[in-house]
């Protein structure tokens, strides 16, 4: 396997370049690393979203200062012709908001939901996670909603989300123990893409995820901006679980990349493509 420091041909991308993620793959970031994205990745939470009117996902509406005055409404003017899709992104919905999604049947199609910045916090997951409205629900995103790792145990533990293939808790605080949650869960066997960025998650939740039979399927792994060292970083590379992993992002994290070159090297992870870590 060659490794070059600023260009790279082969099938392991280090640091030093960083391409662009197809669509769905690990692209959109907290606020400290939105320079760098393209417009591509900053469209949506990992969701495409798209209401009847045609709206780009994630710029179909401005900053919102609170909630929308008919909150029903608004989530009907969100839901993509079809049914399946639905757009929220910065909304800022609620809690209240929450509980109005949860019970409109117009939604049991939906497999895309978007719910970037909306205020819910683990109440607001446990609402979700209780609704049987969305058991078909297969892309979820949940950026920056103030989620604990209560709330990563909910939606791993919930029988209304074992269908998930791509989940975004993007910029939370679910720490190790949201980590382990996930690790540990039934539902986490459908799963292919799942981004963890900027939640806390240091060594513990990194062996967990790399000890875990539950991901098997898993291809895209975002750890960006936690607190992972090369003790976490080693177990992830060698472990015999993730077996699907095509894109493991350790961008932003507590690495020393003399340490991380050899681990690059040793790496015994079959299916990857792409290893980013500076």
């Known amino acids: 396997m060659r490794i070059h420091k600023k ?31 393209s417009p591509r990745a900053e469209k949506h939470g990992g969701v495409d979203g798209g ?14 200062m609170g909630p929308p005055a008919d909150i029903a409404a608004h989530i ?28 409109m049947p117009e939604l049991k199609k939906v497999k895309s939901l978007a719910l970037q910045e909306n205020k819910l916090g683990d109440e607001g997951v446990r609402i979700l996670a209780a609704s049987k409205i969305f058991q078909h629900t297969e892309k979820l995103s949940l950026w920056g909603n103030g989620v604990s790792a ?35 869960a039934e539902n986490s066997i459908a799963l292919t893409f799942i ?37 976490g970083m080693k177990a992830l590379l060698q472990s015999e679980n993730l077996k699907s992993l095509e894109t493991l992002i350790l961008v932003r994290n507590k690495i020393d990349m003399e340490a991380a070159n050899e681990l690059a090297k040793n790496q015994s992870l079959p299916s990857l493509k792409r290893l980013e870590l500076n």
Do not use: C
């Open 195 to 231: 981004d963890l960025s900027a939640n806390e998650i240091g060594d513990r939740g990194a062996l967990a995820i790399a000890n875990s039979p539950r991901f098997a399927n898993l291809k895209t792994l975002d750890l960006y901006n936690n607190r992972i060292s090369a003790a």
């Open 51 to 64: 209401g009847k009117h045609g709206k780009r996902a994630g710029h179909g509406y401005g900053r919102r």
């Open 76 to 103: 009907k003017e969100r839901l993509s012709a079809d049914g399946t899709k639905v757009n929220l992104n910065r909304s800022l919905i609620g809690v209240k908001g929450m509980k109005i999604l949860a019970a």
């Open 7 to 37: 260009l790279v041909a082969g099938v392991l991308v280090l640091s030093w370049f960083v391409a662009p993620l197809p669509a769905m793959a690990a692209g959109e970031h907290p606020p400290d690393k939105e320079k760098r994205m």
């Open 150 to 184: 209560q709330g990563a145990r909910m939606i791993a533990e919930s029988p209304n989300m074992k269908n998930l293939k791509e989940l975004k808790l993007t910029r939370n605080r679910i720490g190790d123990e949201g980590a382990e949650a996930l690790a540990a």
